[in-house]
Structure formats: C-alpha cells, structure tokens
T-cell receptor
Framework: GEKVEQHQSTLSVREGDSAVINCTYT??????FPWYKQEAGKSLHFVID?????DRKQSQRLTVLLDKKAKRFSLHITATQPEDSAIYFC????????????FGSGTQLTVMP | EAAVTQSPRNKVAVTGGKVTLSCNQTNNHNNMYWYRQDTGHGLRLIHYSYGAGSTEKGDIPDGYKASRPSQENFSLILELATPSQTSVYFC?????????????FGPGTRLTVL
C-alpha cells in the first residue's frame, strides 16, 4: 500500500520568510494529495490540496507543487506569520479503491518573530 | 456549530478495562474514520466505515473494535485497554467522490491507560 514520508520533523523560519515542507509517496497511481494543519492543542483542518492532473496549485500564501516523476510534493508558505506556526501533515489518497488517506508523520513549523 | 464531535475529551482508564470512544457527525457524510496520533507516527488509521452497519479494518486494528449504528455515530471500543493504547484519538468524516477526499476532524480524545 501507499506510504507517505515527511522528512522534516521540525522547521523554523523567521517571520516574513518562506517555508517549504516536503513529502514523498510510493504509489505511482495516487492522484490526490491534501495538506492538513494542526495548531497546538487543537484538531486538524484542511488547508490545501492538489490533484495529479496539475503540478501546481496556489491559494493565497500557500502553494503546493507536485512532481509525479519523483513522487514528491511540497507545501510552500510565503510571507510567514506567527499564526502559521503549527504541525503540517501531508497525505496521499490510496488508489486501491478504499480512498483512505495515508498521512505523513507531520512537520512542526515554528515562525519566529 | 461543530460538525464532528467526540466524547469524552479526556479519559483515564485502567489496564484491562473497557473503553468506548464516541463520535458524532452532522455532515451527513457516508464515511467515518478513527485515527490515533502518536509523536513520530503522525496519524494512523484504526477503523473506518462506509455507512451505517459497516466497519472496516484500517492499518492498525489490533486491540480495537468499531461500531457504526447510524449515519451520525461511530464508536471505537477497546475491550481490554493496555498502556500501549495511550494516545490521542481523532474521529473524522468525509465523502470521497472522484478525486476529492477531504476529511473533517473532531477535536480529539486524549486517552491515558494506567
């Protein structure tokens, strides 16, 4: 089955700088890749996703890039703000028909003033 | 008005005891999911359901049962709780169609098994 790896467990940036979080996946047939954000002590909520028919998607300060050849996708956050500090989880949807989401282990992003 | 709610929010149980975690959703989603979150592991799927009466095993089902008596409710049952089941548990609902699979998460239940 699908495996998703999130290679950075922590990432620190200065306020106003950009942050990039990288993920890799194993199943070439995967077609849907969402990102979720978890603020301290809270639940997860959806932030952005990308489908395999495009290689880039932008929503305000968030951009997701998808490289299907390398089986890699990344979340780019520009002009970071303190409220961007959170754990970010990448995920990939199983292609087997169950439509499960397979999550990465999470990246703790800290935006320092 | 939260669409996915969980109860209890915190639970302390004893080893060998029975624990039931409850989840309710008002999204009218067919699919519901139970995950546990542990540092270094992210979210791991325990059980999921396609609708009332259906339960399916996820990636780590051992030691857990699930029950989906209605569209709105999905329970996770630990018949004989063990300290290794100490974790934060999240319930989610979703309606994956085509290429869309967003899930909506509840607030989580922190379970400690002593």
């Amino acid at each position: 089955g699908e495996k998703v790896e999130q290679h950075q467990s922590t990432l620190s940036v200065r306020e106003g700088d950009s942050a990039v979080i990288n993920c890799t996946y194993t199943d070439t047939a995967s077609s849907y890749f969402p990102w979720y954000k978890q603020e301290a002590g809270k639940s997860l909520h959806f932030v952005i996703d990308i489908r395999s028919n495009v290689d880039r998607k932008q929503s305000q300060r968030l951009t997701v890039l998808l490289d299907k050849k390398a089986k890699r996708f990344s979340l780019h956050i520009t002009a970071t703000q303190p409220e961007d500090s959170a754990i970010y989880f990448c995920a990939a949807r199983e292609s087997s028909g169950s439509w499960q989401l397979i999550f990465g282990s999470g990246t703790q992003l800290t935006v320092m003033p | 008005e939260a669409a996915v709610t969980q109860s209890p929010r915190n639970k302390v149980a004893v080893t060998g005891g029975k624990v039931t975690l409850s989840c309710n959703q008002t999204n009218n989603h067919n699919n519901m999911y139970w995950y546990r979150q542990d540092t270094g592991h992210g979210l791991r799927l325990i059980h999921y359901s396609y609708g009332a009466g259906s339960t399916e095993k996820g990636d780590i089902p051992d030691g857990y049962k699930a029950s989906r008596p209605s569209q709105e409710n999905f329970s996770l049952i630990l018949e004989l709780a063990t300290p290794s089941q100490t974790s934060v548990y999240f319930c989610a609902s979703g309606d994956p169609t085509g290429n869309y699979a967003e899930q909506f998460f509840g607030p989580g239940t922190r379970l400690t098994v002593l």
